[in-house]
C-alpha cells in the first residue's frame, strides 16, 4: 500500500470549513482513499473514500487531484465534535481489507 | 444492523498474568476480523487479522496471540504480559460491500494497564 504524508496537527474555528491536506505521491491505479478518524479514546470512525473521482457524504467531501497523487477532506462546518486524529489511508481492496494507520493528523476545532 | 462487542471495557493485570480479550460481532457472517493496539500517545498498530475460522495471520512479532473458535468471536490472549503491552486494544470487523463501501467497523476498546 502507498505511503501517505499528513501534516501532525491543525487548527480550525468552530463553524469554518477544515481543509485537511494528505499526500500520496506514490498510489496506484488501483488504489483507493479513505479517510477514518479517531475522537479520543473511541475506535476509529470511517468517514469517507474514493478513487479518483470527488466525493461527498453527509460527514464531509473528499478532494482528489487529477494525479491522484494528493488530496484534501474537506469538513464543510466543523464543530468542537469534529476535533480527532484523522488518518488517510492509501490501499487497493483486497479481501483482506487490511488497513495500515499512520501518524495522521490531530484537528483541533476551536470556539 | 452490525454491531461488535469487546470486553473488558478496562483491565489492570500484573507483569507476568495472563490475559484474553474478547470480541464479538452479531448481524453478520463470515466477516474478517482485525485486532489493533495503541500505546499512548502512538499510532495504531494492526497485530492479527483473520479471514476465516481458524485462519490468523500475525503482523507483528509479539508475546500475544490470537484465535478465531467461532466464526463471530475473536480472541486475543498472553501467557505472560510485559509492561509494554499497555494499551488501547481495539477489534474491527470487514465485509467487502457491506453499506456500499468497503469499510472497517471498530469496537469501543479496552484498555488495558499492565503494572
Known amino acids: 500500500d502507498a505511503k501517505t504524508t499528513q501534516p501532525p496537527s491543525m487548527d480550525c474555528a468552530e463553524g469554518r470549513a477544515a481543509n485537511l491536506p494528505c499526500n500520496h505521491s506514490?498510489?496506484?491505479?488501483?488504489?483507493?482513499v479513505y479517510w477514518y478518524r479517531q475522537i479520543h479514546s473511541q475506535g476509529p470512525q470511517y468517514i469517507i473514500h474514493?478513487?479518483?473521482n470527488n466525493e461527498t457524504n453527509e460527514m464531509a467531501s473528499l478532494i482528489i487531484t487529477e494525479d491522484r497523487k494528493s488530496s484534501t477532506l474537506i469538513l464543510p462546518h466543523a464543530t468542537l465534535r469534529d476535533t480527532a486524529v484523522y488518518y488517510c489511508i492509501v490501499r487497493v481492496v483486497s479481501n483482506t481489507g487490511k488497513l495500515i494507520f499512520g501518524q495522521g493528523t490531530t484537528l483541533q476545532v476551536k470556539p | 444492523s452490525q454491531t461488535i462487542h469487546q470486553w473488558p471495557a478496562t483491565l489492570v493485570q500484573p507483569v507476568g498474568s495472563p490475559l484474553s480479550l474478547e470480541c464479538t460481532v452479531e448481524?453478520?457472517?463470515?466477516?474478517?476480523l482485525y485486532w489493533y493496539r495503541q500505546a499512548a500517545g502512538r499510532g495504531l498498530q494492526l497485530l492479527f487479522y483473520s479471514v476465516g475460522i481458524g485462519q490468523i495471520s500475525s503482523e507483528v512479532p509479539q508475546n500475544l496471540s490470537a484465535s478465531r473458535p467461532q466464526d463471530r468471536q475473536f480472541i486475543l490472549s498472553s501467557k505472560k504480559l510485559l509492561l509494554s503491552d499497555s494499551g488501547f486494544y481495539l477489534c474491527a470487523w470487514y465485509l467487502t460491500g457491506v453499506g456500499g463501501t468497503d469499510t472497517q467497523y471498530f469496537g469501543p476498546g479496552t484498555r488495558l494497564t499492565v503494572l
Open positions: 474514493g478513487l479518483k
Open positions: 506514490t498510489i496506484s491505479g488501483n488504489e483507493y
Open positions: 448481524g453478520t457472517s463470515n466477516p474478517n
